[in-house]
């Protein structure tokens, strides 16, 4: 699975699962990419996009922690084997992940 990031000046940053043996210690591409784009001083996303062959949607921990840098980012999910002419299903995390929470707000 991949993923990327888009932010609100228009720099890309990727990421890929980190798999481990003790599956709550793997790593999803969604968050790698938000926390590259972190690393390099980013955090205002504006897109998140998530490829896989078969059903590209964030899991739950992924919805709340992309939440937490903007519930409004539009969320495209890519299913790398649809039909050519086919474009991506697109959404907005709000739609995702209703009633999200953050601890500062």
């Known amino acids: 699975m991949g ?17 481990n043996s003790s599956y709550g210690m793997t790593i999803c591409a969604e968050r790698v990419a938000a926390c590259t784009a972190v690393a390099a001083g980013h955090r205002n996303i504006d897109i998140v996009c998530v490829s896989l062959d078969g059903s590209p949607v964030p899991c739950g921990a992924c919805r709340q922690f992309l939440h937490e840098f903007n519930a409004g980012m539009v969320v495209i999910m890519d299913d790398i084997n649809r039909a050519p002419d086919t474009p991506p299903e697109c959404t907005r995390l709000s739609d995702l992940l209703p009633r999200g929470f953050r601890l500062d707000a």
């Open 3 to 19: 993923a990327a990031v888009q932010t609100t000046d228009g720099e890309i940053f990727t990421g890929c699962n980190v798999e």
